[in-house]
């Protein structure tokens, strides 16, 4: 437990350092909170600094990685976000009829999300999901060979996850898989805060709005492309934690 602080004290200290650096003019509509983060910024009491610091660039949203996140936890994390004016939405990675069930009754949040670790073997129906949220939204985040008007028509927020691709191959996916002009289908664009997807986002803004898609732009307030300047024993180490 001591080496998981101090590895993630030392994420900290890079992130602080490297701010100025990080994060791109362009507003993101929502960042992704992974839990590791999640229980360093409430240990150093930071959680409200770094929720303000979310609302500032621009996000309506803040997805908070659910899995293994205790219920009071979760709860505190939906108060604090809401007290910001950001929406907490739980995101479900993984997808157990257990956990859905669980994380889908936390007080606080607005809306349930679930993505491709869900679709690639759904524990239960998204029908079935939807009843158990009691009114609260279900947002789903397919992969494009997931994609089915049928089961979109089920969830509240819709986004295709095409965030890996290049501009031209994102907007020939739109259009491949039917859904040029959908308003009420997203697609979803990662923004690590590098320059190169500064560019890449530009691109992604001009070309989606062209043919009538919403783009929906998130972020990570640890991003990936900070782990280049971290020591190697340590890159390797959050890798292992990452994927445990």
């Known amino acids: 437990m001591n080496r998981l602080f101090s590895m993630l004290v030392s994420i900290l200290v890079l992130s602080t350092g490297l701010s100025a650096f990080a994060y791109s003019a362009n507003a993101a509509d929502g960042y992704w909170l992974d839990q590791y983060n999640a229980v360093l910024f409430m240990g150093l009491f930071r959680l409200d600094t770094e929720l303000e610091d979310m609302k500032q660039k621009g996000a309506a949203v803040v997805m908070v990685h659910a899995d293994s996140l205790p219920d009071p936890l979760l709860r505190w994390i939906a108060w604090r976000a809401n007290r910001t004016k950001l929406m907490p939405v739980a995101w479900i990675q993984r997808p157990t009829a257990a956990n859905l069930a669980r994380v889908g009754q936390v007080a606080g949040y607005r809306a349930l999300q679930v993505d491709d670790h869900f679709f690639a073997r759904p524990p239960v129906s998204l029908a079935n999901l939807r009843s158990q ?35 031209a191959t994102t907007v020939d996916l739109v259009y491949r898989l039917g859904i040029a002009g959908r308003r009420d289908t997203a697609v979803a664009v990662y923004h690590d805060g590098s320059v190169s997807d500064d560019r890449r986002l ?32 340590l890159r390797e180490g959050l890798s292992r934690l990452r994927h445990s």
């Open 133 to 167: 949220l009691g009114g609260r939204q279900l947002w789903c985040s397919f992969q494009p060979g997931q994609y089915s008007w049928r089961a979109a028509r089920h969830c509240d927020h819709v986004d295709l996850q095409l965030y890996r691709q290049s501009c």
């Open 202 to 233: 530009a691109c992604y803004r001009r070309r989606v709005a062209a043919i009538g898609n919403r783009l929906f732009v998130f972020k990570w307030k640890n991003p990936e492309h900070w782990f280049t300047v971290i020591p190697r024993g």
